[in-house]
Structures are given as structure tokens and as C-alpha cells.
């Protein structure tokens, strides 16, 4: 199951990088990443990642969408993983 841990981390990695990205652009005013991309990531276990980046880059922590979704998303996959993959860990 090491497989799941280092997808975890990667996936993590990749919101938090996706957020920092996103709040470069927007202080450039140049094309932006959709919300959808964010949340998809969020959704593939990337939460965390895109909650961090949320405080660490003061981005998105304005909308409401984020503000409840992300933590809702996290909240989710703690239930699911205490629930269901829990046990798949050694």
C-alpha cells in the first residue's frame, strides 16, 4: 500500500503547487486555473494539499465555495478512509 501513500503526498504536492500557480497568475492578470480543476484535484484526494495552499498563498479564502467546500471535502475522506481503507494499510 506504499503505492497509496506516495500517490497521497504526490497529489497533495500537486494541489499545493496548483494553488501557488494560481495566485501568481492572478496577481499578473493572466489566464486563470478553473475552480473545476481545483476541486477535481481536491476530490482525488488533493484536499489537503489545495487547503494549505489556500492559507499559505491567501488565495480563494474569500469564497465561499472553497471556504466550506475544501474542508468538506477533507472531512469526507477522513470518513472514507477510517471507514474503507483503513484497513488496506498495514
Do not use: C
Not at 497568475?25 to 473545476?36: C, L
Not at 492559507?55 to 477522513?78: E, M, N, S, V
Amino acid at each position: 500500500m506504499k503505492i497509496f501513500l506516495y500517490y497521497i503526498l504526490l497529489i497533495n504536492i500537486y494541489g499545493f503547487v496548483l494553488m501557488y500557480i494560481d495566485k501568481n497568475k492572478s496577481k499578473k492578470g493572466k489566464w486563470r486555473i478553473p475552480e473545476n480543476k481545483l476541486f477535481i484535484t481536491a476530490i482525488l484526494f488533493g484536499s489537503l494539499g489545495i487547503f494549505l495552499g489556500m492559507y499559505a498563498f491567501r488565495h480563494k479564502t474569500k469564497h465561499p465555495k472553497f471556504i466550506i467546500g475544501i474542508p468538506a471535502i477533507i472531512i469526507l475522506q477522513l470518513f472514507l478512509y477510517f471507514k474503507y481503507l483503513n484497513n488496506l494499510l498495514p
